[in-house]
């Protein structure tokens, strides 16, 4: 069975997300909200990865650089991208949301199985597929695996 098999059959509305190198493709429904850079709340206490927390919605979001995660160098936080919050996968109920910065604005797009013209396995960690759509080469992120990682840096920092 391929991994395109494990893919809904009908159009999903997703977000063309850019990052340091590559872009991003989420589905709508995954991401809170793509909101301005400010206010981020540094934090050098943790592990690289661990940028801070984002102030959203009267609470602290944690702030994680998808590329740090999967060993890359970090772009840093531009002040014209966006932070992509996302919706808990259901890893911690204390842990609603999770972030990270982009380095642009996101696009929304429609994608289903008949537009992936090519697929090849995640060569990273956080990576579930990279597809391409048209054109583009886009990295599906495993949205669980980064809320688990900040749970697993949470749960054994001494709050």
């Known amino acids: ?12 509305e997703c977000m063309m997300i850019p990052i340091k190198a590559q872009t991003l493709l989420v589905p709508v429904v995954s991401v809170a909200e793509m ?13 690289d990865w661990f ?18 995660l999967n060993g890359e160098s970090v772009a840093g936080i531009n002040p014209n ?6 919706n808990s996968t259901g890893v911690d109920d ?11 604005i996101p696009r929304n797009i429609t994608v289903s199985k008949e537009d992936i013209l090519g697929y090849n396995t ?12 048209g054109v583009e080469e886009l990295v599906i992120p495993d949205i669980t695996g980064l809320q688990k990682a900040y749970c697993t840096y949470k749960n054994t920092r001494r709050l």
């Open 35 to 47: 909101a301005l850079v400010a206010p981020i709340f540094p934090d050098n206490s943790g592990p």
């Open 122 to 133: 995640a060569t990273h960690v956080y990576e579930l597929m990279h597809v391409r759509v």
């Open 1 to 12: 069975m391929s991994d395109l098999e494990n893919l809904p059959s009908d159009p999903v």
């Open 81 to 86: 991208g966006r932070i992509a919050v996302f």
């Open 51 to 68: 940028l801070g927390y984002y102030s959203w919605r009267n609470g602290r979001v944690p702030l994680l650089s998808f590329e740090k």
């Open 94 to 104: 204390e842990v609603p949301f999770i972030a990270i910065p982009t380095q642009g």
